[in-house]
């Protein structure tokens, strides 16, 4: 790459000479090039390597990914050497010395904004670079879990193909022009009182982001302010407010909540307080011994999810069908809103309605009814008024205000939009953080009628398909790099504190909101800490403002309780039949659980994730039973064309089991055409077949195209029979391996060493001495009880492992390097079997088989009982892996781990190794942070506390289902949960003697329900 | 084994194992003159031709592995060995013939062995370097291959000796060495012939070099023939030992269709079983093609086709002992492994192995009529060496793919890069034996002479 400036372009070294004058220090440089570590200099080199959107929305071709490759390389080598901000930010003082050791890791306390509401989070930083996300103990919602958005999003920091220059109408462009030509902009908008300005942001949470936008509209009178977020809450706030009359945001109290109905709500992984949710309500289920208690779920779904497979009753229905159920449910419980005397849809087994009524009747103000966030508000509206009726507001649930700055109905503030600039009405767009194009239904067709306005100015951290429109693109600082505030699903507030200062001078939005208010210069640290100033005028701002720094809250923002009133008009709203057109199937949109709405498309972890269940990595498909499949005579993999409202796609078939019969579930979030070199291309669009009307549920024509797709899953699928009936050869075989040990809650308490029975250890003669273990000896227990097959667990291993991604080709040749793994196994009929997760680390057995078999000594025992890998010996025969009988181990079988891009190196744990082609790796247990607090404690001179060493996966999952300690340590919390009954270890009858071991799951059904 | 062949019926019926009529002069005119004399045939030339192509492959397959990494073949996690181990223990296994017939027979004093030890123990010796390569190529760093070797490093690092891929490195350097020298050493009388027939300067240079002064004296021979012998009785054991250990890189493993005690007599015999149909693979073309069949008579076929029916008999009983034992055992996943091998994916290829070597092989090498007809013996020694090598595959792919964890099981679609190492050390193992039939006397001079003299005296 030359740095020589181009003929008839200069290099302004006047300028760049200012730049050495103004340097606070006497600067050492070595060559202009180095000097001019200036946006200016940035632009200059970005000259060199014009872009081109049309030619990128092609793919990537090799010159391409060369130049991109080269310019992310050398724009990451400028800024390689991290700096803190300037502006101070507070550590998380609750577990560290606030002084800053080398070597040691830093943690602060920040909030990542995920579709507007907030995650708390702690994030560690070695030497200035945040590497791991956790989550923050102090944050309602994270309790200090966190999911696999938040895992993942320290990927995103780094990743290179995010936005990195100022783009003017598809040429580098500088921030320095946009401020002048806003500044003309701004004055005309001024002239016009702001008629014919938008703004369109996603759902706005933060208290100064508001503010900042109120006073923009108060400085443009006429101009206006539009919310959409792609996977927004639309139907929860409307459906509040066809329940109360007015906006109200509900908290639910999954740990007061004996019984619980889930009406197509995957509360335990979808909405803010799902990290929450799904801590209190395993809270609930925790099992110590037979006299433990369990709280029931029943779970009415139309795909499986989650919150579906921990339920103790699930229902397939189809997502239509939910609102007649729901009806039916309502009208079983008296409920104030009357159900219109509707029959509960067809598919409800006799009786199990009355038994559900009879159980919520039975716990009266200890009970929930929760409805989805994809049903429509008269659902939601049905849910607010049974749960009215049966006495849980206050109980179980609580009402506050809105969370949101400024509710509206999303949906209709977007068509507005969309209206006014098809009448031409809109001359200047400013959108924050979004990507309409994308997202927008289609049948609103965003992009065709954007390229009418006048003005497009666009803030993200891609240039996605909507910067590609636009006139203006600008790179947005992601959360760790800038300051901002957010709040959560219970109104409290977080400060969001950078770790870093912006690697690609990424523009926060209160940063362009301040330009369009005519204050360019401001910088988001100013803005923010201005606002929180303003609302706490006191003597005392300098304590508030580090105090919530550190705690990562803001004290007493919580929002009160709020008591509503069901409005009356509810009665009237009559029952709409669930409508479905001869050969229409119905679809079901949903974002997708690895990838969300189609923000996380680029991320490689997040691709790489086995999805829940179907285990499907790179890829979404459209899920449907096995009965449908049977019906429309098609197989995994087989490409069907889906049509609806005039828009068809193309999409790979997987046969779900325990899918709704004729309901196709279509995921969010692929098919991008500029997502990045990660997710371009990767699966098909579902929003094609989204409209405004039929946002999440509607119909689409299916038909068969005779072509096929490679899926790749993690996993072949076994449907465990029950004892007697025929199944396949295999399923009997995976079935006598008795992997999964389960029982009812009641039979639990009638043989409580149900998992243990048939059991057999042979402690026999061995030909090598045992070991002895005389300090610690490490070991892990995973309550499958607990576990909901999150993945968090998962996202957590990587990021703080260092674990590559290997890509879709590689994972279709089984050789994903997760260390560990969430295994799901089936049981019963196809059409609604129980699912059985379980995650699969290293089980670190006592008697390993890997060890002996190595030819090298390159995994070896250790005196604690960890059984280790020396990397650097590990010459790669893979006999190991052979001989485990838990195929826990992964191997580079090229050279997986990215040595090359600068940006990337920036993320990975100084911990650990990044490991080379060739070499055998698993899971460590963690053992950088054993030996973090090992070291620690032999520096103070005590003993190791139980709970000091958490691992990744423990520490980030959200129902605690994963703890890890010392054994010998006869009071550990390790050694009490290996003690229970329903302890267990997997293909113990190998002699094995696994350290990983699990705790059997229980299912607490109704006994009035037969199934 | 050796023993009782001789009293059996068709060999007594006397088909001779010389063809009677030759002298010393004929038989050394005959041997030395396809090295010195007689024209490279076309022949040779389109099947070095052909040969080289494919070791070509080979080298271009080694080229891509050491760029790209093992990645480059179908291995996955669960199944982390594929192609490279089966071919591996394949050729091992085919090396045995040679070693069998050279030092075993040797010491068991069968004297038809002569005609064919020379060719029998090039073959291993080929055989073994190709089996040597692919232990090495499979390691995902093969750069550190002598990590596995103990001498004595600076950290002070040992390999780790309760490795079955330890005792493997000693079991097939060993064998790697013996074979070697035990072939160098038969071969010295006869390179001194060359040395004294050879007309070229360059032919009478490296002859005589490698003829080490041999001058034919009684003080040679008489030193000669001890050599011989010890390094026989030192070889011997080695036709049952490196396939036992070989073996043991399974049976020491916990998967099922590997843990099995059974393995070391059953690898044994599969290897002399395969060992024994090469050597009809070769020599059944070269006894046409170069007009040996006086050397090579029909005697020697019967004979090698009855060891293939004994050895064949074993294996079976080995197939049939380990269906048993899984379900006599009782053992879950013993049971399940037969039950996957017969009906589970890969099922075909564990028919057409049963098929290969079990059904061909047994139902006609019982005939004489067969026995003694050289191209039906030709096309089943092809089929019992196709048949070991997917009995490989089986034990090695189909015994992994699906293990103890139902979540982890997986299949292996072998890449292009896996025929090609495949295909390419045959290519190899041809090149080297073309070079050998071309270069040196595929059958021994003076043991056919030895062999002559002493038929003359049983006559007398």
Redesign the interface.
């Known amino acids: 790459m030359s740095t020589q400036p181009k003929p008839g372009e200069t290099l302004d070294l006047v300028q760049i000479q200012t730049k050495l004058e103004r340097s606070p220090q006497k600067r050492v440089w070595r060559g202009l090039e180095e000097l001019a570590g200036t946006p200016e200099y940035r632009d200059f080199v970005e000259c060199e390597f014009p872009h081109d959107p049309r030619a990128e929305a092609k793919g990537v071709n090799r010159r391409d990914a060369l130049k991109l490759m080269g310019a992310s390389a050398a724009l990451a080598g400028l800024t390689a050497c991290t700096k803190l901000p300037t502006e101070k930010i507070v550590p998380y003082a609750q577990q560290q010395p606030e002084d800053f050791v080398p070597g040691h890791p830093l943690f602060y306390a920040t909030a990542m904004p995920l579709g507007g509401y907030a995650s708390g989070l702690l994030v560690e930083s070695h030497m200035g670079r945040p590497t791991k996300v956790e989550g923050n103990p102090s944050h309602p919602a994270s309790l200090g879990t966190a999911n696999i958005f938040a895992q993942a999003s320290v990927l995103n920091l780094y990743d290179p193909d995010r936005a990195q220059v100022v783009v003017y109408r598809g040429r580098i462009g500088d921030w320095s022009t946009f401020l002048t030509s806003m500044d003309q902009l701004t004055a005309e908008i001024m002239a016009r009182k702001g008629e014919g300005f938008r703004i369109l942001t996603g759902t706005v949470t933060s208290p100064c982001l508001a503010d900042q936008l109120r006073s923009l509209l108060a400085l443009y009178p006429q101009a206006k302010w539009h919310q959409y977020e792609s996977a927004g809450r639309d139907m929860v706030r409307e459906g509040a407010k066809l329940a109360f009359g007015e906006y109200v945001n509900a908290v639910y109290h999954f740990d007061r909540a004996e019984v619980i109905v889930a009406l197509d709500a995957d509360f335990l992984f979808v909405g803010p307080g799902a990290v929450r949710y799904a801590h209190d309500f395993s809270d609930k289920r925790r099992v110590t011994g037979p006299d433990s208690t369990m709280n029931r779920l029943y779970a009415v779904e139309s795909t499986p999810t989650i919150t579906g497979a921990m339920a103790d009753h699930r229902l397939p229905l189809r997502a239509g069908e939910v609102e007649a159920f729901a009806r039916a449910l309502a009208d079983g419980l008296g409920a104030k809103s009357a159900g219109n005397g509707i029959a509960a849809p067809a598919g409800v087994p006799a009786g199990w309605l009355a038994a559900l009524v009879g159980d919520l009747n039975k716990h009266r103000g200890a009970c929930l009814v929760i409805a989805g966030e994809h049903q429509p508000p008269i659902v939601h509206a049905l849910a607010h008024a049974m749960n009215d009726a049966l006495g849980n507001v206050g109980q179980t649930i609580h009402y506050t205000e809105p969370v949101e700055a400024n509710p509206v109905n999303e949906m209709a503030s977007l068509q507005e939009l969309v209206a006014d600039m098809q009448a031409g009405r809109v001359n200047t767009l400013l959108m924050l953080g979004v990507n309409p194009v994308y997202t927008a239904p289609a049948d609103l067709r965003f992009g065709q009628h954007l390229r009418s306005v006048g003005t497009r100015i666009h803030l993200s951290q891609y240039e996605d398909e909507t910067a590609e429109l636009c006139h203006w693109h600008l790179p947005e600082a992601h959360f760790l790099e800038t300051w901002g505030d957010v709040r959560a699903y219970d109104g409290t507030t977080s400060i969001i504190q950078p770790l870093i200062a912006p690697l690609y001078d990424g523009k926060s939005a209160h940063e362009i909101l301040a330009v369009m208010a005519r204050q360019p210069g401001a910088t988001a640290h100013e803005i923010v800490k201005q606002y929180w100033q303003r609302q706490n005028p006191g003597a005392d701002f300098d304590l508030f403002w580090e105090t919530s720094l550190n705690d990562g809250v803001v004290a007493n923002s919580t929002l009160a309780a709020k008591s509503v009133k069901l409005s009356a008009g509810l009665a009237g709203e009559t029952a709409k039949p669930a409508s479905q057109s001869a050969g229409t199937l119905e679809i079901v949109l949903r974002p997708d659980p690895s990838i969300g709405d189609g923000s996380f498309t680029n991320n490689g972890w997040l691709q790489e994730l086995p999805k829940p269940f179907t285990k499907l990595t790179w890829d979404n498909a459209a899920l449907v039973s096995p009965m449908t499949a049977q019906k429309l005579g098609v197989y995994n993999g087989n490409i069907v064309k889906l049509s609806a409202y005039g828009q068809s796609v193309e999409a790979p078939i997987w046969i779900a089991p325990g899918q709704a019969d004729d309901s196709l579930t279509l995921h969010l979030g692929y098919g991008r055409s500029r997502a990045g070199h990660v997710g371009n291309g990767v699966g098909f669009n579902a929003y094609l077949l989204s409209t405004s009307e039929n946002r999440w549920i509607g119909n689409a024509e299916v038909q068969k195209t005779g072509k096929t797709y490679n899926l790749v899953s993690t996993q072949h699928h076994h449907i465990m029979g029950k004892e007697g009936e025929e199944r396949e050869e295999d399923t009997v075989a995976a079935m006598q391996r008795k992997l999964v040990r389960t029982a009812t809650l009641e039979e639990f308490r009638k043989n409580p060493d149900f998992a243990r029975e048939k059991d057999y250890e042979i402690y026999g003669p061995t030909l090598y001495e045992n070991y002895s273990y005389t300090g610690n000896a490490w070991a892990m227990s995973i309550d499958l009880n607990s576990c909901i097959g999150c993945n968090a667990c998962l996202i957590a291993c990587q990021s703080e492992n260092n674990i590559a991604v290997v890509g879709k080709d590689e994972v279709s040749r089984g050789r994903e390097m997760h260390w560990i793994r969430v295994d799901a196994y089936f049981e019963g009929d196809l059409e609604n079997p129980a699912v059985y997760n379980q995650p699969v680390p290293c089980m670190h057995c006592e008697t390993a088989p890997c060890e002996y078999v190595c030819p090298v000594g390159a995994t070896v025992h250790s005196p604690e009982g960890l059984n280790e890998m020396v990397y650097n010996r590990c010459v790669g025969t893979r006999y190991c892996s052979n001989n485990c009988p838990y195929k826990v181990r992964r191997f580079n079988f090229e050279l997986f781990s990215d040595w090359t891009t600068q940006s990337l190196m920036l993320q990975r744990n100084p911990d650990v190794t990044v490991r080379s082609r060739g070499v055998m790796e698993k899971c460590s247990y963690c053992i950088q942070r054993i030996n973090r607090v090992k070291i620690a404690a032999e520096e103070a001179g005590r003993v190791i506390q139980d709970g000091e060493i958490v691992t990744a996966c423990q520490q980030t999952c959200p129902t605690q289902a994963i703890v890890f300690g010392n054994i010998n340590d006869m009071n550990s919390r390790v050694t009490k949960l290996k003690k229970q009954s329903r302890n267990y270890g997997f293909l113990t009858d190998l002699s094995t003697r696994p350290r990983t071991t699990y705790l059997a799951k229980l299912r607490n059904p109704n006994p009035e329900i037969k199934e | 084994m050796g023993d009782g062949l001789e009293n059996t019926p068709a060999a007594g019926a006397g088909t001779p194992v010389l063809a009677p009529g030759h002298t010393y002069a004929t038989i050394t005119d005959k041997i030395s003159s396809i090295v010195l004399t007689q024209k490279t045939r076309w022949g040779w030339w389109f099947g070095f031709a052909i040969s080289f192509a494919l070791f070509m492959i080979l080298n271009l397959t080694i080229g891509v592995l050491l760029i790209?990494?093992?990645?480059?073949w179908?291995?996955?996690?669960?199944?982390?060995?594929g192609f490279a181990i089966v071919n591996f223990v394949w050729w091992i296994g085919i090396g045995h013939a040679g070693t069998l017939i050279s030092a075993f027979l040797l010491l068991m004093r069968q004297e038809w062995r002569q005609s064919i030890n020379r060719f029998a123990e090039a073959m291993t010796l080929f055989a073994v370097a190709c089996a040597g390569l692919f232990p090495l190529l499979?390691?995902?760093?093969?750069w550190?291959?002598f990590?596995?070797i103990p001498y004595p490093d600076t950290m002070g690092?040992?390999?780790?000796f309760?490795?079955?891929?330890?005792w493997d490195?000693f079991a097939v350097s060993t064998y790697a060495t013996i074979s070697l020298l035990f072939w160098f050493v038969g071969l010295i009388p006869d390179l001194a012939t060359l040395r004294d027939r050879a007309k070229a300067r360059l032919s009478r240079i490296v002859y005589g070099v490698l003829a080490m002064g041999w001058r034919g004296s009684a003080m040679h021979w008489e030193r000669y023939e001890m050599a011989y012998l010890l390094l026989a009785g030192l070889a011997t054991p080695l036709v049952v030992s490196v396939h036992t250990v070989v073996s043991f890189?399974f049976t020491?493993?916990?998967?099922p269709g590997w843990h099995s005690t059974i393995f070391p007599p059953y690898f044994v015999a599969g290897a002399i079983y395969s060992g024994f149909a090469m050597v009809l693979t070769l020599a059944i073309p070269l006894r046409k093609f170069y007009g040996l069949e006086d050397f090579v008579t029909i005697r020697h076929l019967d004979n090698m086709a009855k060891i293939l029916l004994a050895t064949g008999l074993i294996v079976a009983y080995g197939y049939m002992m380990e269906t048993f034992m899984a379900f006599y055992s009782g053992n879950?996943?013993d049971r399940?492994m037969i039950?996957?091998r017969m009906?589970?994916p890969y099922a075909k290829v564990y028919w057409i192995l049963i098929c290969c070597n079990i059904v061909v092989p047994m139902s006609t090498l019982w005939f004489a009529k067969i026995r003694r007809n050289p191209a039906a013996l030709f096309a089943i020694s092809l089929v019992v060496q196709a048949g070991m090598w997917l009995e490989r595959f089986v034990i090695v792919v189909t015994s992994?793919h699906?293990?103890?964890?139902?979540?982890?099981?997986?299949m292996y679609?072998p890449t292009i890069w896996d025929y090609a190492a495949l295909f390419g050390s045959i290519g190899l193992f041809l090149t080297l034996f073309l070079l050998f039939i071309r270069y040196l006397p595929m059958i021994s001079i003076f043991e056919m002479r030895g062999l002559a003299h002493h038929l003359e005296e049983k006559k007398g």
């Open positions: 790209i990494g093992v990645g480059v179908g291995i996955n996690i669960p199944i982390a060995w499979h390691l995902g760093r093969p550190l291959f990590w596995l690092t040992w390999p780790q309760r490795s079955p891929l330890v490195v890189d020491v493993g916990i998967v879950t996943y399940y039950m996957n009906t589970g992994l699906r293990d103890f964890m139902p979540s982890a099981w997986r679609y």
